[in-house]
């Protein structure tokens, strides 16, 4: 019956080789209109040799329509090209109309593979632009349904809807598995499933499909045999197809609905689900249940046994046409949501309950009355209400109301934000019984929010600064929380417990930045500043201060965060000597006097380098680090003393060392 899991051999025969050296002729020409189901869900991005899948077949496609009668009637449905998660992504692509070429490259050059496998929608979609007498669909597929419908069903159901529909199946690229799981719908659609595997076979599967079928074969010689007719009492009327539509506002149903026919005795003759179906039916009257989302309708039905008999159902519905927008002026698409709608639909006004698809678009047909739709996408939620009125149809777009806030920080005296987020802690935060969003080191976070008041906090080095913001649908607020100075007032000693210096000789400070919050740049506050007890305004991080009395030193990290006051107290662990020298009482007194200081080793005895060597007429003081050092004194006129000091920690000693 099929060419199904044969792989190439029944697709070759009777075709030139294809390439530029083959000779190209027009196919067979054929009446039927044609429609081709163009696959470009995400995974017909995979690589097929040097292209993808969906690159093959657009060039495959162009060249087999290029072998086309220019009168012949096609056209072209695409789906999963625009969006990643939308079932209802299903666009035409070129209306049905006569070959040209040139015009479906240009709608194929825009195609991406993005998205989900919508079978059931888009074959539904493709029927709905062939005429009432029917054609051709042909599918061109690399995967199976992925929105929760059975296309094999539905084919069924195109199928007994109107007998003139034909359904091709192409599987490009599958496994055994996965193509029988499409073959059914080319045997319930009555036509053929071939699979392919490459290139070559898809552009034979193509022309096969696409040539009209064979001529039926007979012998002309032959003649039929006499028949000997005898007098018989007339038949009883003979069924015939009767093509039955349901329509609201002159239009085919969205989706399908259950057609039960029963006889004026009440016994079921009939039942089929679709748009519309063609059961066989006697001349005759009957009764017509339609069923569907909240619709139980009953109506007479009168067969009059005519060709082609057609008859056109209104049912007591209006359609419904659903849509969502992020807010005014900001599509999804701009969004960061990720995933499916969830819809609910409330009757307010006793009506049975309806269900809604889970896409981004649904429609729906309903019993008239009062509703309210309610969709829930990514954490937010809108609703509304509409009025369904037989026999109109009603659109609504639900307004999420969502809005962007985009937070900043800048450092004291600066308008341009710090570009690092090192150290950032955001948080945005909205009625009490939301959860707060929140962002770690990210210099300018942006969050999606419905419309609203909120309270944005910056949390860095210990401090919190908070600003309110009010964040409008529709548009991004852009909101700059200013990062105050830190205020470090520094204290030195020469230990704990000893008074803070008091003159300014006695204190050297350097003030170096080591990492500025929002990596900013900044040069020493201080160096080698002779001051007792400095005071300054600095840009907040971490700071380096370094208190140089003498040859005692201390030095600190400190990290000061927006707005902190901070008093710090260096402590040297030094002591302060004073040395004099004199000769003995009636000697005359030196002129100059040189004082050498040596320190002490740790395994004993004294360094032979002195760390201080100073000259004085009279005394000498200095602060030293705590420890024991040797003092040697030595004047002009030769005479020279010693002495060994044990210095502590806080203290100040005193000593005179006699001249011989």
């Known amino acids: 019956m099929h060419c199904l899991m044969l792989g190439l051999a029944c697709l070759l025969g009777g ?214 007719t005898k007098p018989a009492s007339p038949p009883p009327p003979m069924p015939k197809p009767v093509t039955l539509k349901a329509v609201i506002d002159g239009r085919a149903v969205p989706g399908p609905v259950t057609f039960t026919v029963a006889s004026d005795k009440g016994e079921t003759v009939y039942s089929g689900k679709g748009t519309q179906v063609t059961p066989s039916l006697a001349p005759g009257r009957y009764r017509l249940r339609l069923a569907g989302s909240n619709i139980d309708a009953q109506t007479p039905l009168t067969v009059a046994g005519q060709p082609d008999e057609r008859h056109e159902i209104p049912l007591k519905a209006g359609l419904v046409r659903l849509s969502i927008v992020a807010a005014q002026g900001l599509s999804l698409a701009d969004t960061d949501l990720k995933g499916d709608p969830v819809w609910t639909l409330a009757p307010k006004a006793g009506q049975a309950l309806a269900t ?53 920080a800048a450092l004291p005296g600066e308008k341009t934000p710090i570009k690092t987020g090192t150290g950032l802690s955001w948080t945005l935060a909205g009625q009490a019984d939301t959860k707060p969003l929140t962002a770690e080191a990210v210099a300018r976070p942006t969050f999606l929010v419905s419309a609203g008041a909120y309270m944005a906090r910056l949390a860095i080095a210990g401090a919190v600064i908070e600003q309110a913001v009010t964040a409008e649908a529709g548009e991004t607020k852009i909101v700059q929380l200013d990062l105050p100075s830190a205020a470090l007032a520094l204290q030195g000693s020469l230990g704990p417990g000893a008074p803070a210096f008091t003159d300014w000789r006695d204190a050297a400070w350097t003030v170096r ?17 002779l001051e007792a007890a400095p005071s300054l305004v600095l840009t907040p991080g971490e700071w380096e201060v370094t208190l140089v009395s003498g040859a005692a030193s201390a030095t600190r990290h400190l990290t000061l965060a927006p707005g902190a ?19 003995a009482p009636g000697a005359a007194p030196p002129a100059n006097v040189l004082l050498s200081i040596f320190a002490a080793k740790t395994e004993g005895g004294f360094e032979e380098k002195p760390i201080v060597q100073v000259g004085t007429p009279r005394s000498y003081a200095a602060i030293l680090p705590v420890g024991r050092y040797r003092v040697d004194a030595a004047d ?24 011989k």
Not at 22 to 42: K, M, Q
Not at 126 to 146: F, H, N, R, Y
Not at 358 to 365: F, I, S, Y
Not at 638 to 647: A, C, E, F, S
Request: net charge negative; charged share 25%; proline share 7%.
């Open 15 to 228: 075709f030139a080789p294809s390439g530029a050296a083959a000779e190209r002729t027009v196919l067979p020409a054929s009446r039927d209109p044609v429609i081709i189901v163009l696959d470009a869900s995400g995974s017909m991005a995979a690589a097929l040799g040097k292209e993808t899948r969906l690159d093959a077949a657009r060039r495959i496609l162009l060249d087999t329509l290029s072998l086309f009668p220019v009168d012949r009637q096609v056209g072209l449905v695409a789906y999963g090209h625009r969006r990643k998660n939308d079932c209802g992504d299903i666009e035409t692509v070129r209306d049905l109309g006569p070959v040209d070429v040139k015009a479906i490259r240009e709608a194929l050059k825009p195609l991406r593979a993005r998205g989900k496998t919508p079978l059931s929608g888009a074959l539904r979609h493709a029927a709905g632009l062939l005429p009432e007498s029917g054609g051709t669909i042909m599918l061109v597929s690399d995967g199976l349904e992925t929105c929760h419908e059975d296309p094999c069903a539905v084919a069924e159901s195109l199928k007994e809807a109107r007998a003139g529909v034909v359904i091709h199946v192409v599987g490009f690229g599958l496994s055994e598995g996965e193509m029988k799981g499409l073959a059914c719908i080319a045997e319930r659609g009555g036509g053929q499933a071939i699979e392919t595997k490459n290139a070559n076979g898809l552009e034979h599967a193509l022309r096969t499909l696409a040539e009209p079928p064979p001529a039926p074969i007979g012998n002309p010689s032959e003649k039929p045999s006499p028949v000997e």
């Open 356 to 408: 809604l698809e889970g896409v981004l678009a649904p429609e729906a047909m309903l019993a008239p009355g009062r509703y309210a739709p309610t969709v829930s996408l990514g954490g937010f939620s809108a609703t509304a209400e509409i009025d369904v009125v037989e026999g109109k149809t009603v659109e609504s777009v639900l307004d999420l109301r969502l809005g962007k806030v985009t937070l900043e």
């Open 513 to 529: 930045p080591v990492k500025l919050i929002g990596g900013a740049q900044a040069g020493p506050a201080l160096e080698g500043k």
């Open 636 to 659: 002009e006129q030769g005479r020279k003393g010693t002495t060994d000091i044990d210095l502590k920690t806080g203290e100040s000693v005193e000593r005179s060392i006699d001249l």
């Open 565 to 583: 006051k901070l008093r710090e107290r260096l402590d040297l662990a030094a002591g302060r000597l004073t040395i004099s020298a004199q000769p």
